[in-house]
Structure formats: C-alpha cells, structure tokens
C-alpha cells in the first residue's frame, strides 16, 4: 500500500506559478511510475505529467507541455509539479498517483494509488 498526500494548491493569478508536492509513505515511490492528473469541474479526470521510476523519462500533455515540470526526489519520497505560466483553463483539482509499472502510464485505470487532490484555481 502505498498513501500519496499532495500540497502547495492554491489561488493565484494568470501568469503565476505554483508548485504541487505528492508526499508518499508505505513504500518508496522509487518502485512507481508517477503520475499528475487533474479534474475540473463538470469534466473528465484527464492526464498532466508522468515520470518513470528514476525519473529518466518524462511524459507531458499537450496543454502543460513547456509550462509545467515534474520531478521526483526518490530520497524524499516525494513527487513534484512545477506550473509556470498558469492560465484560467488548468483550474482544476490536481491529483498524484502511483503506478505500479515499468512505463509512463496516460491513462487513469492504469494507477494503483491516488492522492486526495489538491485544488489549483487560477483567476483571469
């Protein structure tokens, strides 16, 4: 079993940065694909950001892609979303999750373990 809590949500301007943190316990995230999602409202869970194991390999959406950054510190076991430039469209609650495989997972079922979320809004 593995808990993710993730922090650092908030309110913040367009243009502004925040930075999501995904603490883990039970085991070491060092054995999960790691993976961000976010939900807004009325719309589908939809996929933002994954990274492998070591975090040798990372995977974007189109929408983040050059915006936001993931990384992983597997000593802290914890997991980071870097949001540079946000806009009013990645409000959203965020959510981490942990994959018990080999590749970069895209798709939700393909995670073993989520966090609660944490709320991002960004106001125009």
């Known amino acids: 079993q593995v808990q993710l809590v993730e922090s650092g949500g908030g309110l913040v301007q367009t243009g502004g940065s925040l930075r999501l943190s995904c603490a883990a316990s039970?085991?070491?995230?060092?054995?999960?694909?790691m993976g961000w999602f976010r939900q807004a409202p009325g719309a589908e869970r939809e996929f933002v950001a994954a990274?492998?194991?070591?975090?040798?390999?990372?995977l974007y959406a189109d929408s983040v892609k050059g915006r936001f950054t993931i990384s992983r510190d597997n000593a802290k076991n914890t997991v980071y979303l870097q949001m540079n430039s946000l806009e009013p469209e990645d409000t959203a609650v965020y959510y981490c999750?942990?994959?018990?495989?080999?590749?970069?997972?895209?798709?939700?079922?393909?995670?073993?373990?989520w966090g609660q979320g944490t709320q991002v809004t960004v106001s125009s």
């Open positions: 039970g085991r070491t995230v060092s054995n999960y694909v």
């Open positions: 990274t492998t194991r070591r975090g040798g390999n990372t």
């Open positions: 999750a942990a994959a018990q495989k080999l590749l970069i997972q895209t798709r939700d079922f393909e995670y073993d373990y």
